[in-house]
């Protein structure tokens, strides 16, 4: 099997090229031209707001399977930056859909990553939410989300392209920006152990319910939908159990070496935030046999690891991440 992975300097890509390559996979691997592929496989410069390069890959590499991860990912920036979102998320995902279409290779197997934000304000009840659970963005990055799965099955129909459309619920792990929560905490802590912040750590709304997965078990997802998941289908990817905030903070500071206050600070709070997402995840395990196996305890466990490495070898100030 030969796979092409667009966007793959980002959080998930290293791990899915490490996910591939280990079963076997030939993988390529795209990044913009000021990124870098961090795992060791044939890297290509792409940016998906450039259509002909797109067609131009396709018809290079050939791919059997196309993993189309290149994203504004982020909830925060998408309310800061709507047009960017906008642009990337759904004209980028069109590109990529008609470089597809028209690639000389015509039996390509793309599968589009989506998120469980896409469901957004859900009715009450409704969880855990099926896949045929209408959908209601919250927020900028959801509806641009909504938007990449509609049109992959538009495709998918109107030009019988073989297409899966995920929806990844929240993953984490080691590596992961700290915009995201588990990363946010972790690198907090492990700040506060090397004595270079204040005993504080610093937390938004601890009452939200999230599913959490580690991103080793999402990426396996991943490769276990492109061997076997069905054409024109959507599926989400989850643990199928949403814990709190709360759950992830106490677990996080249980790993803490020494005594953390926590301060609410209310610029952590965001626009908009649905109080609970939970996937129904009996469709992948059907179609594929996939659950999550890591414990959200050892993917915490593993992050504040992860956070203590990396400032030790960057001496008193880690910077920006990512
Ligand atoms: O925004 P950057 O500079 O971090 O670059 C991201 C890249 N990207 C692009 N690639 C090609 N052409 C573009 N016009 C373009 N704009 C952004 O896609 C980044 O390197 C990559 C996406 O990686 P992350 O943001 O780290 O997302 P992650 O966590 O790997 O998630 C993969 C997929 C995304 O579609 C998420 O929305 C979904 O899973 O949950």
């Given at each position: 099997?030969?796979?092409?992975?667009?966007?793959?300097?980002?959080?998930?890509?290293?791990?899915?090229?490490?996910?591939?390559?280990?079963?076997?996979?030939?993988v390529h691997a795209t990044c913009l031209p000021n990124e870098?592929?961090?795992?060791d496989c044939p890297a290509h410069t792409l940016d998906i707001m450039q259509k002909a390069d797109i067609s131009a890959l396709l018809d290079e590499v050939t791919p059997d399977i196309v993993y189309h991860l290149a994203a504004q990912s982020s909830v925060s920036v998408s309310w800061k930056k709507p047009q960017l979102t906008a642009e990337i998320n759904v004209v980028g995902t069109i590109n990529v859909l008609e470089a597809l279409r028209e690639a000389k290779k015509q039996d390509i197997r793309t599968v589009l990553i989506g998120s469980g934000e896409e469901y957004g304000y859900i009715r009450q009840g409704a969880c855990p939410l099926s896949e045929s659970e209408p959908l209601n963005p919250g927020n900028i990055y959801a509806a641009t989300k909504a938007c990449q799965g509609m049109?992959?099955?538009?495709?998918?129909?109107?030009?019988?392209?073989?297409?899966?459309m995920v929806r990844a619920f929240n993953h984490s792990g080691p590596k992961q920006s700290n915009i995201f929560v588990i990363s946010d905490f972790c690198r907090q802590i492990a700040e506060i152990e090397k004595g270079i912040k204040e005993p504080v750590i610093s937390v938004g709304n601890l009452s939200a319910k999230r599913d959490f997965t580690d991103v080793r078990d999402v990426v396996r997802a991943y490769?276990?939908?492109?061997?076997k998941g069905k054409s024109g289908t959507v599926y989400n990817v989850g643990r199928g159990r949403a814990v709190t905030i709360q759950f992830i903070l106490d677990t996080a500071l249980s790993f803490a070496k020494c005594d953390i206050e926590v301060k609410q600070d209310p610029s952590r709070m965001r626009a908009s935030d649905i109080p609970l997402i939970e996937p129904d995840v009996s469709?992948?395990?059907?179609?594929?046999?996939?659950?999550?196996?890591?414990?959200?305890?050892?993917?915490?466990?593993?992050?504040?690891n992860y956070w203590r490495k990396k400032l030790m070898s960057c001496g008193t100030s880690l910077g920006k991440e990512h």
């Open positions: 099997m030969k796979a092409l992975i667009i966007g793959a300097a980002g959080f998930v890509g290293g791990y899915l090229i490490r996910e591939l390559s280990a079963a076997g996979w030939e870098k592929i961090s795992e049109l992959g099955e538009i495709y998918a129909r109107a030009y019988k392209m073989d297409i899966i490769r276990l939908l492109g061997e469709r992948i395990l059907a179609d594929t046999g996939w659950s999550a196996e890591i414990t959200m305890e050892q993917t915490v466990e593993d992050t504040l």
